[in-house]
């Protein structure tokens, strides 16, 4: 009987895929998200099976630097705080995505495309690493990718998101269509963030420290001259007035001729004025007003037609004399 060669005997050994999963592993082994912790990771590529299929590695926050083309300006700490207890309690459950540093091969380094807030929280949580998909992209995609992701969050403040459409089409050329596509918001909502750049600049770091809201800097927008701009700001943030305040005053800047009249003061009709008008009513079917001023004054008669006028005629008499 013939000894069974190399050969054979590997295709007798069960594929690894078909071979059974192993049990209690917990939620790491279901979570594809957050694969279980690594100890150490070789500073030059340790994992290209994993990076090849765009699956994310538990890299050493150490070995990752900050993205250059971040538009966020402020991070909240508070939130950042809330972020880290959770992190330090489930982990990350969303990987952030990094690409090769420039002298990867030599030094092992990373640069942060998205994620910087899981990163900063991370960090702040004492964790040694945080599960990241590498990416191999330009500078221009990483750029687009990272002001498209901030601009895709909620709590962008108002001139940063007004920067990253800036940017998207001082960089990219996108138009207010393109920027609106890609970020799942409405061309309207693209152009008037644009608009927010016209605002003055101490206008726009009033926006950009929340001491002015989208609504009040919208509705600055509507004043021409940048002296008026910063006069409106001015008594805006010193009377604390709401965004609906700030739109009526701001009118009312426009259109000064429009603000509302004092009311007349109304004058008592002598009693005998008021019987006489409502005979005369009667009599002729019109509107009759008497304006009188102690004792002097006019009669004014409306009429619509030739019948009216005739019926005036009638009333008063043939003005013939016959």
């Not at 002001?147 to 909620?154: C, D, F, G, T, W």
């Not at 950009?208 to 805006?236: D, N, V």
Request: charged share 25%.
């Amino acid at each position: 009987m013939p000894t069974p060669n190399k050969s054979d005997s590997q295709t007798t050994t069960a594929p690894a895929s078909n071979r059974p999963r192993a049990l209690g592993k917990g939620l790491e082994s279901l979570l594809p998200s957050r694969p279980a912790p690594q100890t150490s990771l070789a500073p030059a590529a340790a994992h290209p099976p994993a990076e090849a299929a765009g699956k994310p590695l538990e890299i050493p926050l150490e070995l990752i630097d900050p993205n250059p083309f971040q538009t966020r300006t402020h991070f909240d700490e508070e939130k950042l705080a809330e972020l880290a207890t959770s992190i330090l309690a489930s982990g990350v459950v969303q990987p952030i995505v990094v690409r090769h540093g420039v002298n990867f091969r030599q030094d092992g380094r990373y640069t942060l495309i998205t994620g910087e807030r899981r990163l900063l929280a991370s960090r702040k949580a004492g964790k040694e690493t945080i599960p990241a998909i590498v990416r191999e992209v330009s500078n221009l995609q990483a750029m687009e990718m990272t002001i498209v992701e901030n601009l895709q969050r909620a709590d962008l403040n108002p001139m940063e998101q007004a920067h990253a459409y800036a940017r998207l089409t001082r960089d990219f050329h996108m138009t207010q269509e393109q920027m609106a596509e890609r970020t799942g918001k409405d061309r309207a909502s693209v152009s008037n963030f644009l608009r927010l750049l016209k605002l003055p600049e101490q206008v726009q770091r009033q926006v950009e420290s929340g001491a002015l809201s989208f609504g009040h800097a919208r509705a600055l927008l509507a004043l021409e001259s940048p002296e008026a701009i910063l006069a409106a700001t001015q008594k805006i943030l010193a009377l604390h007035l709401s965004v609906r305040a700030t739109e009526n005053y701001i009118q009312g800047l426009l259109h000064p001729e429009s603000k509302a009249k004092p009311a007349k003061t109304t004058v008592p009709v002598d009693p005998n004025v008021r019987e006489a008008q409502d005979s005369l009513r009667r009599r002729l079917g019109l509107k009759v007003t008497i304006e009188d001023k102690k004792g002097k004054g006019k009669v004014i008669i409306e009429y619509s037609g030739v019948e009216d006028f005739d019926a005036i005629l009638a009333a008063l008499g043939d003005p013939s004399g016959e």
